[in-house]
């Protein structure tokens, strides 16, 4: 079982920053893809990024790409995602996701584990 808590959501202007975290419970965290998912009002919950359990591999979606990274830290239990450049359509509920294996991490249906979420809103 893992527990995943986000926090570092917020209000910013656009062109603005944000780093997002998300904390795991459990002893296993090294063990598992993650992921961060988003989901605007009215919209369907869309992949942003995923790292692999070493951190070694990441992966972005094309709307993202070149504005965020995603990192891990094994030693602390937590996955990160640092946004840059924010626009006013990265406004959205962001969750974090964990999964045991490397697998179309893009789709959400493969993850194991959630978040609740966490709010980002960026005004123009």
């Known amino acids: 079982q893992v527990q995943l808590v986000e926090s570092g959501g917020g209000l910013v202007q656009a062109g603005g920053s944000l780093r997002l975290s998300c904390s795991a419970s459990g002893r296993t965290f090294s ?20 790292i692999s359990r070493s951190g070694y591999i990441t992966y972005y979606a094309d709307s993202v790409k070149g504005r965020f990274t995603i990192s891990r830290d094994n030693a602390k239990n937590t996955v990160y995602l ?21 697998y179309e991490v893009t789709s959400s249906q493969n993850y194991e584990y959630w978040g609740q979420g966490t709010q980002v809103t960026v005004s123009s």
């Not at 640092?82 to 990265?90: A, G, V």
């Open 31 to 50: 063990s598992y893809t993650m992921g961060w998912f988003r989901q605007a009002p009215g919209k369907e919950r869309e992949f942003v990024a995923a």
């Open 82 to 102: 640092q946004m840059n450049s924010l626009k006013p359509e990265d406004t959205a509920v962001y969750c974090c996701a964990a999964v045991q294996r490397w």
